[in-house]
């Protein structure tokens, strides 16, 4: 991808006069900027409402907080045409003002002819009807692995002993994928401080401190692993060989439909783990804004820090709640938009994210959603079978200290959630298996037709998650409820 100045310097040739910059960090570009400027002899000059119009440091003018004398600066006449730039700070913050607008609108018609260009540094991209035509919007990136090793040798240039090498260096960088270059800064000095050296783990501390205040992604830092999943071996091997390091190809993702318990959100949690890769939580509930467009533009932006971070994980659940308004006009289409948003960006990315969806029921999903070349796989999630219930009474006896002789209740139609639920709740009341299973109700029995529908529905239309190959009802090991179960647990007696 071109560099901020790369992109900024043909954009000038070309002679577009407005350049609508998104940065969270416009001292850094415009330091970036007028290195650039100085190298091709170029005008530059810089206002913001606090220190006015200035060249570099120097004030040039007392323009204050008016945003209109700082455009009249700018020369009406330029005979030799020479490149003269502007960099407005924040400046999106005045553009609700009529005056503000024409002076910006007259600035940009007659920029090209006079050589004048109107530079916007904004975290933002929010600008009136009138200009839109008039701006080409340039994103600033986050810094790459090259810079943010230069900011770990500038802060320990006096102590270049401590200076993190190969592997070590490898994941420090991993680590700082995604956070800005002051942040970068900030979480190395922190280190320093505690540890006298650069650590990953004090960078991961504070780096989901930092997605924890713009809402958008959570970082997921939980120990767990597939040896705490029974089953669902086909899936951890599909997904352990996708994200091998080394391949040729970026892997794009998986889906997860599965019934209600059946570990698709602990599976994706602990996949992180196996693969080594951070795991970014995306709620699509709490990207919801109350302006308009402010919805996408926080899909987009959580989507660019995903992208930063790579490589990593990105993992959405229970996704046809989130899209569930996809069609319909209730919300002013702000779901279709987002879905269409997320479809561009699934089929598009490049960046190495992994995407994990997980549903409980795919018929609410559009069936554009789960089409060749969004995912690498659509798996389904069953209930588990004889073998791996066993594996699943093993590891939770261990886990909540019962012992093996201890009888278990009849779990055909159980899910691992449940099996779970059974331990821990007669290690809570004290009581034998058998008893605590009288407080547990399956699934199977709550949603039996949903339960059923779902597994006609993946029958020959999903990956099966424990054996090799599609899933089909003939291979089935799980029975379905029985009447006497759903007599029996479904009253709890």
Same mark, same amino acid.
């Given at each position: 991808?071109?560099?901020?100045?790369?992109?900024?310097?043909?954009?000038?040739?070309?002679?577009?006069?407005?350049?609508?910059?998104?940065?969270?960090?416009?001292?850094?570009?415009?330091?970036?900027?007028?290195?650039?400027?100085a190298?091709?002899?170029?005008?530059?000059?810089?206002?913001?409402?606090?220190?006015?119009?200035?060249?570099?440091?120097?004030?040039?003018?007392?323009?204050?907080?008016?945003?209109?004398?700082?455009?009249?600066?700018?020369?009406?006449?330029?005979?030799?045409?020479?490149?003269?730039?502007?960099?407005?700070?924040?400046?999106?913050?005045?553009? +609700?003002?009529?005056?503000?607008?024409?002076?910006?609108?007259?600035?940009?018609?007659?920029?090209?002819?006079?050589?004048?260009?109107?530079?916007?540094?904004?975290?933002l991209?929010?600008?009136?009807?009138?200009?839109?035509?008039?701006?080409?919007?340039?994103?600033?990136?986050?810094?790459?692995?090259?810079?943010?090793?230069?900011?770990?040798?500038?802060?320990?240039?006096?102590?270049?002993?401590?200076?993190?090498?190969?592997?070590?260096?490898?994941?420090?960088?991993e680590?700082?994928?995604?956070?800005?270059?002051?942040?970068?800064?900030?979480?190395?000095?922190?280190?320093?401080?505690?540890?006298?050296r650069?650590?990953?783990?004090?960078?991961?501390?504070?780096?989901?401190?930092?997605?924890?205040?713009n809402?958008?992604?959570?970082?997921?830092?939980?120990?767990?692993?597939?040896?705490?999943?029974?089953?669902?071996?086909?899936?951890?091997?599909?997904?352990?060989?996708?994200?091998?390091? =080394?391949?040729?190809?970026?892997?794009?993702?998986?889906?997860?439909? =599965?019934?209600?318990?059946?570990?698709?959100?602990?599976?994706c949690?602990?996949?992180?783990?196996?693969?080594?890769?951070?795991?970014?939580?995306?709620?699509? +509930?709490?990207?919801?804004?109350?302006?308009?467009?402010?919805?996408?533009?926080?899909?987009?932006?959580?989507?660019?820090?995903?992208?930063?971070?790579?490589?990593?994980?990105?993992?959405?659940?229970?996704?046809?709640?989130?899209?569930?308004?996809?069609?319909?006009?209730?919300?002013?289409?702000?779901?279709?938009?987002?879905?269409?948003?997320?479809?561009?960006?699934l089929?598009?990315?490049?960046?190495?994210?992994?995407?994990?969806?997980?549903?409980?029921?795919?018929?609410?999903?559009?069936?554009?959603?789960?089409?060749?070349?969004?995912?690498?796989?659509?798996?389904?999630?069953?209930?588990?079978n004889?073998?791996?219930?066993?594996?699943?009474?093993?590891?939770?006896?261990?886990?909540?200290?019962?012992?093996?002789?201890?009888?278990?209740?009849?779990?055909?139609?159980?899910?691992?959630?449940?099996?779970?639920?059974?331990?821990?709740?007669a290690?809570?009341?004290?009581?034998?298996?058998?008893?605590?299973?009288?407080?547990?109700?399956?699934?199977?029995?709550?949603?039996?037709?949903q339960?059923?529908?779902?597994?006609?529905?993946?029958?020959?239309?999903?990956?099966?998650?424990?054996?090799?190959?599609?899933?089909?009802?003939?291979?089935?090991?799980?029975?379905k409820?029985?009447?006497?179960?759903?007599?029996?647990?479904?009253?709890?007696?």
């Amino acid at each position: 991808m071109p560099t901020l100045v790369e992109q900024f310097n043909d954009y000038v040739n070309a002679g577009f006069a407005g350049l609508w910059i998104q940065t969270n960090e416009p001292d850094e570009a415009e330091q970036e900027i007028l290195r650039h400027g100085a190298s091709r002899k170029w005008t530059v000059i810089a206002w913001d409402v606090s220190r006015g119009l200035r060249a570099g440091e120097t004030v040039v003018a007392d323009s204050g907080g008016d945003p209109v004398a700082a455009l009249r600066a700018l020369p009406t006449r330029n005979e030799a045409k020479q490149t003269t730039l502007l960099l407005l700070h924040n400046f999106h913050r005045f553009l +609700g003002n009529p005056e503000v607008v024409q002076a910006v609108f007259g600035n940009l018609v007659t920029g090209k002819k006079r050589g004048n260009f109107l530079v916007v540094l904004a975290p933002l991209v929010q600008m009136p009807p009138e200009l839109e035509k008039l701006f080409v919007v340039i994103e600033h990136a986050l810094p790459g692995p090259d810079q943010l090793e230069r900011i770990a040798h500038e802060l320990l240039c006096d102590d270049a002993d401590t200076m993190p090498r190969g592997a070590e260096l490898a994941r420090i960088l991993e680590a700082a994928s995604g956070l800005t270059r002051y942040e970068a800064e900030g979480a190395f000095a922190l280190s320093v401080a505690r540890h006298n050296r650069i650590r990953p783990d004090v960078i991961w501390e504070l780096k989901a401190q930092l997605l924890r205040k713009n809402n958008l992604l959570t970082l997921h830092r939980g120990a767990e692993r597939f040896e705490s999943l029974g089953g669902l071996q086909n899936l951890k091997d599909f997904c352990v060989r996708a994200l091998a390091p =080394g391949k040729p190809v970026k892997p794009r993702g998986i889906l997860l439909l =599965g019934v209600p318990g059946s570990g698709k959100s602990a599976f994706c949690k602990a996949l992180g783990n196996e693969t080594g890769r951070a795991t970014l939580l995306l709620d699509i +509930g709490a990207l919801l804004g109350s302006l308009v467009g402010q919805t996408e533009s926080n899909l987009r932006q959580a989507l660019r820090i995903a992208e930063a971070m790579a490589p990593c994980i990105l993992f959405v659940d229970e996704f046809e709640k989130a899209l569930s308004g996809v069609g319909s006009q209730g919300d002013s289409g702000v779901s279709t938009r987002m879905f269409g948003t997320l479809l561009t960006w699934l089929s598009d990315h490049t960046a190495d994210v992994f995407f994990v969806g997980t549903s409980n029921d795919i018929s609410k999903l559009p069936p554009e959603f789960a089409r060749a070349e969004r995912f690498d796989g659509v798996f389904f999630l069953d209930l588990p079978n004889v073998a791996e219930r066993d594996a699943i009474w093993a590891m939770y006896r261990q886990h909540f200290g019962i012992p093996e002789k201890q009888a278990r209740p009849d779990d055909s139609a159980w899910t691992g959630a449940e099996i779970r639920a059974c331990c821990r709740l007669a290690t809570l009341l004290d009581v034998p298996l058998t008893q605590a299973a009288r407080n547990v109700v399956p699934v199977a029995v709550t949603a039996a037709e949903q339960v059923e529908r779902l597994r006609t529905w993946a029958t020959g239309r999903c990956l099966s998650s424990g054996n090799p190959g599609i899933f089909g009802r003939e291979d089935e090991s799980t029975p379905k409820p029985s009447r006497r179960l759903q007599r029996g647990q479904g009253s709890n007696n």
